[in-house]
């Protein structure tokens, strides 16, 4: 299956306990979203991110847990993030965390694209559910 939709995100800065040296800075933030479309769903989770000194060089890493309902079936699944960006050319995984899925979303795999244009959030699922 493959569907596409919205979605809106907050990002809020959390304590990571340790600090970047030679010029990288480190973040956690927590992930809330609430998804529109096929996908009606909110997450909750918590993103880990280093920014280099070099402009459009940085890196993330992310866990979300997604409730809600995929195409009319309800349950969750776990969303994991990975994302890097070099000089500005990004490149960016968003994959179903295997055996994640709950309820009628139990044996769901997929992966998950994130678009961002004039600062409007879509994504393009494209899953199976065994």
């Known amino acids: ?30 992930i809330n979203k609430t998804f529109s479309g096929d996908l009606n769903a ?7 991110s280093a920014m280099t000194a070099t402009k459009g060089s940085a890196g993330y890493v992310a866990i ?8 009319g079936k309800t349950g969750s699944f776990v969303l994991q993030h990975f994302g890097i960006m070099d000089r500005g050319r990004d490149r960016l995984v968003l994959e179903v965390v295997p055996d994640s899925g709950t ?5 769901l795999a ?3 694209q994130i678009k961002v244009a004039s600062g409007l959030h879509s994504y393009a699922f494209e899953y199976v559910l065994a």
């Open 42 to 48: 909110t997450s909750e989770g918590e993103m880990l």
């Open 103 to 107: 309820g009628e979303l139990s044996g």
């Open 64 to 71: 979300e847990q997604v409730t809600g309902t995929l195409s």
């Open 1 to 30: 299956m493959n569907i596409t939709g919205t979605f809106e995100v907050s990002l809020k800065p959390l304590d990571l306990g340790v600090r970047g040296v030679d010029g990288i800075q480190l973040g956690r933030m927590s």
């Open 110 to 112: 997929g992966t998950m």
